[in-house]
């Protein structure tokens, strides 16, 4: 049977290293529309198709949080229904928000953390709150395990820096003081993906204000200039910021997007989205200081 | 074309033969099993006309590759029947006209227990909410959502065992 389900990592581990081209099948939602389409063989290269299905391997489905770095780490098949919900949601309230957005009920009790970063479509719902957190991925695989910085992981359109046999095991985020949150446009409000999408996430103690973009390059886009004019235009003391300073984020934040014309909506109107979205996000993480 | 595995749907296993490794639950319950309740429409998880419970998890059987669910329990709206007669969903959908064509309505029975058992007596938003991922085009969902508050009284006015 070509199929293995294995039940621990270590089992995961030995079938990916005997098969290192098989497909790694965590909840379906991308990997299953791409076969019933006829897009995806089960498996490339010269060897006989073969699928190992992580969605049992209990290691995966579990979070641990490190009180002495104020850190999460998030096992890769941890689902966006269990992201959505407490405990979670009130310590990564962005992730909670974004996991809120994905698909249908249906989808989010299938879909994971680890198939997001798998996958990494530009319009990934999680995937700007992981830019925005500067998360670090723990993967493992035939030559032992390794970490990287998740801008480093995200290579281009569905490209990844995982190599062959190698799995996803793990997301680390900081658990920040601040407001975060995370915004989405469509075409409509419910089931859809991102036409483009944004997480602002504040580092009060640092005064710090990081935006990360989706669907809008092709990966995730950080705004640099808009994050390094916000930390000098919050008056961080009252937790405030000026009407003019928030449409000069905005117009900052439209500036760092690279979008494109497709089959889902303009340049013109993707850039104009970004900027009303990380104005509306950053009014609301500063609401002091409007008139 | 030569798969052979075994999957517990409605509470009997069921031999998979001469399968492709690539076909997905809602093929194999509808080609190979003679399952015909669950329906295939989008094929890609977005109109919900294939849910189904794995484990007693509501998902799209579309997207679940089937050889994955070795071992796991499967419901379909054919299992939600006791001995052929409807399940208190199936009757309040056709006491409150909430069946028109009938594309959606084994999905959206199949979704309308699962919110039920996970939630006893929810809001209108929460209906709505949960009950998201299954489109229906015939009936603009009103009859549907009084459907599902007509279980929700009648299980608190008479408790029941789960079904």
């Not at chain 2, 997207?63 to 399940?87: C, D, F, N, Y």
């Amino acid at each position: 049977m070509p199929v293995v389900v294995p039940l621990t990592l270590r089992e995961a581990i030995a079938a990916l290293a005997e098969h290192p081209d098989a497909m790694v099948l965590a909840g379906g939602t991308d990997a299953l529309v791409e076969i019933n389409e006829g897009h995806r063989a089960i498996a490339s290269g010269a060897s006989s198709p073969f699928v190992v299905a992580v969605d049992r391997v209990a290691e995966l489905r579990s979070w641990t949080i490190d009180p002495a770095s104020r850190t999460i780490t998030i096992g890769a098949g941890v689902t966006y229904d269990e992201l959505m919900d407490d405990p979670l949601a009130t310590l990564l309230p962005a992730l909670a928000e974004a996991s809120r957005t994905v698909g249908s009920p249906q989808i989010r009790i299938a879909g994971t953390l680890g198939g997001n970063l798998a996958t990494c479509s530009p319009a990934g719902d999680a995937l700007p709150v992981l830019s925005a957190l500067d998360a670090v991925i723990q993967l493992t695989g035939p030559s032992g395990d390794r970490t990287m910085a998740v801008h480093d992981f995200m290579v281009g359109v569905k490209r990844t820096a995982l190599a062959a046999g190698e799995l996803i095991t793990s997301v680390t985020l900081p658990l920040l003081d601040g407001w975060q949150g995370y915004s989405k446009v469509g075409v409509r409000n419910a089931m859809v993906i991102a036409t483009a999408s944004a997480c602002l996430a504040v580092d009060a103690p640092a005064r710090s204000v990081r935006l990360a973009l989706g669907s809008v390059g092709p990966t995730i886009i950080r705004a640099t200039e808009a994050e390094s004019f916000a930390a000098e235009a919050v008056d961080w003391d009252h937790t405030a910021m000026s009407d003019d300073d928030v449409r000069r984020f905005g117009e900052l934040a439209g500036a760092a997007s690279r979008p494109i014309d497709d089959h889902r909506s303009t340049a013109v109107y993707r850039r104009h989205a970004i900027g009303v979205m990380a104005a509306r996000l950053v009014r609301r993480a500063v609401p002091g200081g409007g008139s | 074309m030569n798969e052979q595995y075994t999957l517990h749907v409605n509470g009997v296993d069921r031999a998979v033969t001469d399968a492709w490794l690539g076909e997905n639950l809602l093929y194999v319950l509808r080609e190979r099993l003679g399952l015909l309740a669950a329906k295939g429409a989008c094929e890609q998880g977005e109109c919900g006309s294939c849910s189904v419970l794995v484990d007693d998890r509501l998902v799209c059987s579309c997207l679940v590759l089937a050889a994955s669910a070795v071992g796991r329990r499967i419901v379909t709206v054919e299992g939600l029947a006791e001995r052929g007669a409807p399940s208190d969903v199936q009757q309040a959908f056709v006491d409150t006209g909430a069946v028109q064509c009938g594309f959606c309505t084994p999905g959206l029975i199949v979704a309308a227990h699962a919110l039920l058992d996970r939630s006893p007596d929810p809001s209108d938003l929460e209906i709505r909410e949960e009950l998201s991922g299954n489109v229906c085009r015939c009936t603009g969902y009103g009859r549907i959502i009084e459907a599902v508050q007509r279980v929700a009284v009648a299980r608190r006015e008479t408790p029941q065992e789960p079904s």
